[in-house]
């Protein structure tokens, strides 16, 4: 078994790993050839290598090009077992992808017959350039999310310009960057690493037999990452292997209809979440009553916009951060519920503080990622009409409306132009794909999976029933595991049923126990991979 490894270790060994000579020439992308330093080991059971592709697929011979940070797992047992590349994106936009590598290889028995690969797309962590606004956007004890007044409403529109205005001027703008940040040019970026890979076996004598295993291309997205999916069948339809999409996103509404649906979603699971912990009250003392859990978080929002608990570090906006995961992930369920425990009970703010804090305070890159694909991929509605939707929207789904319209507020003065949508079709695909969705999924929407489904024939969907969770696959459940492992062993897909429904019907991912949970050992049941996850869509996907 390939061994575990971290993405911050792949990511320190990445930094100072320049690669030996380039492999020959690939064929051209978009007119540009593409190349792949030679792999180098950069941690256990890890090589690491550079992909250099042009900064304008438009636009190749201006001599602007885009470095992107690789990692591989690489295949065991017999050249004649090989089936190609497998690569993997976490999602986001954002998200780092080169730890993915090790974990996808540790968790999937029949990943062992391919290369599994992890990429940073462009402008994310180690690939070069990498967007950074401004580290200290999210701070503390920020003013209420909800613009109960005109200065509220002014604060926060100048407070995103200003955001946007950073970005404009960081260092990857000026390189000219920004521009070219949507997810068609990732997708291109992902057909040119399948072109230069092969073009590497194919020079070599060692591997050249493997060559022909990468006329197609295999894919393991998660969230964000199962569009740049869509988004690249539908660019290459002739090149889709076997690809597994892991909280489906649906292309017809991403991303302003997305956001929508996810202020209605979170503010459902976040309900659920507290009828769990109304179900656990010998655990956290918060009461028998789940309406009377969500009326006194309410209030508590208001108490804190009064007078902000953990030294003045803890306001609404950041309570109402901590706890968004647990609209998104039961993980951390456990840990949440002690954390808000703590402080309903005894004033205690400071673990809500650090959930806040590691979840959302430091560098930027996946914030300024996150914007820099969205904004450009498809023009966003005008500001009253996005007022409008948020005053609506919040009378009825209050947990998350306004947190998640200021953080797309940045892009009504992004400094980079709108482009088309990518029409997301389904035709000309053979291949295989694989949809994977929990029903109560808030990121990304059940109905978003079911219209996937729909467009690509030989698409077979995966469902857990009443599940929450957001890219749950690989944590455990036997019913979809199981079925993952034996489609990347042999192509194997479920009966596709007739009609707009799953094809199979799985168990839900099921909360973790609070049997001897403490405050010291709660959230200790996330695995690795999972906190990678998370790390990826957590505050991204929003």
């Given at each position: 078994?390939?061994a575990?490894v971290?993405a911050?270790a ?7 790993f ?6 020959p020439a ?7 050839t593409p190349t ?8 256990e059971?890890?090589?690491?290598s550079t992909?250099t ?12 090009t885009v470095k992107?940070?690789?990692a ?6 017999p ?13 986001g936009?954002?998200?780092?992808g080169?730890?993915?590598?090790g974990?996808?290889k540790?968790?999937i ?11 940073d797309?462009?402008g994310?962590?180690a690939s ?5 606004c ?8 920020r003013?209420?999310y909800?613009?109960k007044t ?7 529109l100048t ?5 946007a ?10 390189q ?8 068609r040019?990732v997708?291109?970026?992902v057909?040119s690493l399948?072109?230069?890979y ?7 004598v060692l ?21 740049i999916a869509?988004?690249?069948a ?5 090149r889709?292997g076997?690809?597994?999409l892991d909280g489906?996103?649906d292309p017809t509404?991403?991303?302003y209809?997305g ?5 209605i ?21 918060l009461g028998?009553?789940?309406k009377k859990?969500?009326?006194?978080y309410?209030?508590m929002?208001?108490?804190l ?7 003045k570090r803890l ?9 968004v995961s647990?609209?998104?992930y039961?993980?951390?369920w456990?840990?949440i519920?002690h954390?808000?425990?703590?402080l ?5 703010g ?5 959930m806040?804090r590691?979840?959302?305070?430091g560098?930027?890159n996946?914030?300024?990622v996150y914007?820099?694909v969205q904004?450009?991929d498809v023009?966003?509605?005008t500001?009253?009409?996005q007022?409008?939707d ?5 009378k009825?789904h ?15 003065k992004w400094p980079?132009?709108s482009r088309a ?5 389904g035709?000309g695909v053979?291949g295989?794909i694989l949809?994977v ?5 808030a990121?990304?929407s ?6 996937v489904r729909?467009?690509f024939a030989n ?5 857990g029933i009443?599940g929450?969770?957001h890219?749950s ?5 036997a019913?979809?595991d199981?079925?993952i492992?034996?489609?990347f062993?042999t192509?194997a897909l479920?009966?596709?049923q ?5 094809d199979?019907?799985?168990?839900k991912l099921?909360?973790?126990s609070?049997?001897g949970?403490?405050?010291v050992s ?10 990678l996850?998370?790390?990826a869509q957590r505050?991204?996907?929003?």
């Amino acid at each position: 078994m390939i061994a575990l490894v971290s993405a911050a270790a792949v990511a320190a060994s990445i930094a100072g790993f320049s690669g030996a000579q380039a492999a020959p020439a690939a064929p051209a992308v978009g007119g540009f050839t593409p190349t792949l330093s030679a792999w180098g080991e950069c941690a256990e059971d890890i090589e690491c290598s550079t992909l250099t592709v042009p900064l304008d697929y438009a636009n190749p011979d201006n001599g602007k090009t885009v470095k992107l940070a690789l990692a591989r797992a690489a295949a065991t047992g017999p050249a004649s077992s090989y089936q190609g590349i497998l690569v993997a994106n976490p999602g986001g936009p954002g998200g780092e992808g080169r730890g993915l590598a090790g974990f996808l290889k540790g968790s999937i028995a029949g990943a062992s017959t391919y290369d599994v690969i992890g990429f940073d797309p462009r402008g994310v962590g180690a690939s070069v350039p990498a967007l950074r606004c401004n580290s200290k956007y999210f701070g503390v004890n920020r003013p209420n999310y909800v613009p109960k007044t005109k200065k509220l409403l002014t604060y926060w529109l100048t407070k995103t310009k200003r955001y946007a205005q950073q970005c404009g001027r960081s260092s990857a703008a000026v390189q000219g960057l920004l521009p070219f940040m949507t997810t068609r040019d990732v997708a291109k970026d992902v057909e040119s690493l399948r072109v230069a890979y092969q073009a590497q076996l194919a020079s070599n004598v060692l591997t050249a037999s493997k060559a022909p295993k990468l006329d197609a291309l295999n894919f393991y997205g998660f969230s964000y990452g199962t569009y740049i999916a869509q988004v690249y069948a539908t660019l290459y339809p002739t090149r889709v292997g076997r690809f597994v999409l892991d909280g489906v996103v649906d292309p017809t509404r991403w991303w302003y209809g997305g956001n929508i649906e996810q202020e209605i979603g979170f503010d459902r699971n976040i309900n659920i979440y507290f009828k769990w912990l109304a179900a656990h009250n010998k655990t956290f003392h918060l009461g028998t009553s789940a309406k009377k859990i969500r009326k006194g978080y309410y209030a508590m929002l208001k108490k804190l916009d009064r007078r902000p608990a953990a030294k003045k570090r803890l306001g609404p906006d950041e309570l109402n951060d901590a706890l968004v995961s647990a609209g998104y992930y039961i993980y951390d369920w456990v840990a949440i519920g002690h954390a808000y425990s703590a402080l309903v009970r005894r004033g205690n703010g400071n673990p809500l503080f650090r959930m806040y804090r590691d979840g959302n305070m430091g560098d930027d890159n996946g914030y300024a990622v996150y914007l820099g694909v969205q904004c450009s991929d498809v023009k966003r509605p005008t500001w009253a009409k996005q007022k409008a939707d948020a005053v609506r929207l919040h009378k009825k789904h209050p947990f998350l409306t306004w947190n998640n319209t200021w953080y797309n507020a940045p892009c009504l003065k992004w400094p980079a132009p709108s482009r088309a949508r990518v029409n997301v079709t389904g035709s000309g695909v053979s291949g295989k794909i694989l949809l994977v969705s929990e029903t109560k999924d808030a990121a990304t929407s059940y109905s978003g999976a079911l219209r996937v489904r729909g467009l690509f024939a030989n698409s077979r969907l995966i469902a857990g029933i009443g599940g929450t969770t957001h890219s749950s696959s690989l944590s455990g459940v036997a019913c979809v595991d199981n079925r993952i492992d034996a489609f990347f062993k042999t192509g194997a897909l479920p009966a596709r049923q007739s009609g707009r429904r799953a094809d199979v019907n799985c168990p839900k991912l099921a909360p973790p126990s609070v049997s001897g949970s403490s405050r010291v050992s709660a959230g200790a049941w996330t695995q690795p991979l999972h906190r990678l996850l998370m790390q990826a869509q957590r505050p991204s996907v929003r």
